[in-house]
């Protein structure tokens, strides 16, 4: 067998988590942590080797790819370009950014920046997101808000957009943002742990400028009005992701009968059960579960009553 059932992994982290995971995962993850990192080649910003996943022989999974990676990656691609994360909003997090790539190449010494997108899972009744601001904001106003912490204007100036079960929405790097209370969700980014925090004195956190200081760290915050037809545009529509997600990462639901195109990627069962087929695999795939499938588990069909997304790093040139 070369694809890998994946347990949790949980790293700790600063808001709370309300058990959704672990209700979603068959009870198979802490109910107090709010974050699962899925087959995670990443670290926690400063803070590694948290975040980095385990395989089931106790390997770690980046050292596994580091001595293999032709059968992990195959022969087009460098990296797994992808982190994967389920994610449980038990309280609304901290309105906060994420770099572009330019940005992080200059000041972070690292070729990704983290644009991310969301699959929601689960969400109550009137559940929203802030994504982007809702009017122009000078970089003078925006300073005095995060330096003396007036979390009620930050949260004002931003759009507040509705959210519920199967929707698919894209957040670029440099967005102002924040994933609101009673959601579940998998979020798909890019493989970095970059986050300027807005908001943090009322989370607990005593800053969170990546160390940059917040004069150099706002600098990449996209300050700029964003309007409803902008916002629409985030959103999938015939397909989970709109098309800007995809110079980013892929993000695609499949069904009974739906193949799988040979590469390295994560899987997450989303709703029933079923197995996923191969040369070399016959696994088991139910709502909640977790796969890691290696280049080296070639072309794959996934069969039974069940939903899932496969979830990988950008399409590589030449790869089919």
């Not at 809702?134 to 330096?147: C, I, K, M, N, P």
């Not at 191969?278 to 579960?289: K, M, N, P, S």
Request: with cysteine; proline share 6%.
């Amino acid at each position: 067998m070369t694809v890998e059932v994946l347990s949790a992994n949980q790293p700790e982290t600063f808001y709370r988590g309300a058990g959704r995971i672990a209700g979603f995962r068959n009870g198979a993850a802490l109910p107090d942590r709010p974050e699962d990192w899925v087959g995670s080649v990443t670290t926690r910003f400063d803070l590694g080797p948290a975040g980095l996943s385990t395989l089931s022989d106790g390997r770690v999974l980046a050292d596994a790819i580091a001595a293999d990676p032709r059968w992990w990656l195959g022969p087009l691609r460098t990296d797994a370009g992808v982190l994967v994360k389920l994610l449980d909003a038990g309280q609304r997090l901290p309105l906060h950014v994420h770099p572009d790539r330019r940005f992080a190449m200059t000041h972070l010494a690292s070729p990704y920046g983290k644009t991310e997108a969301w699959v929601i899972v689960s969400a109550r009744p009137d559940a929203y997101v802030h994504l982007g601001f809702a009017r122009d904001v000078s970089a003078d106003e925006l300073a005095g808000w995060v330096t003396n912490q007036q979390t009620g204007q930050l949260l004002d100036a931003t759009n507040k957009i509705p959210v519920s079960a199967g929707d698919g929405i894209l957040c670029p790097a440099g967005l102002p943002h924040a994933i609101g209370d009673g959601i579940l969700l998998v979020e798909v980014q890019e493989p970095t742990d970059f986050s300027v925090l807005l908001e943090y004195a009322d989370f607990g956190v005593a800053d969170g400028h990546l160390g940059l200081g917040y004069d150099l760290a706002l600098r990449c915050v996209d300050r700029s009005k964003w309007t409803p037809q902008q916002l629409d545009r985030l959103r999938g529509g015939r397909h989970l992701l709109p098309d800007a997600a995809d110079e980013f990462f892929t993000a695609r639901r499949l069904r009974d009968g739906d193949r799988l195109e040979q590469g390295f990627s994560v899987l997450v069962g989303m709703a029933g059960q079923g197995r996923i087929i191969g040369e070399h695999d016959d696994v088991l795939l139910r709502r909640g579960d977790t796969l890691l499938v290696p280049y080296a588990a070639g072309p794959l069909r996934l069969a039974g009553s069940i939903e899932a997304i496969r979830l990988a790093g950008p399409q590589q040139p030449g790869s089919r």
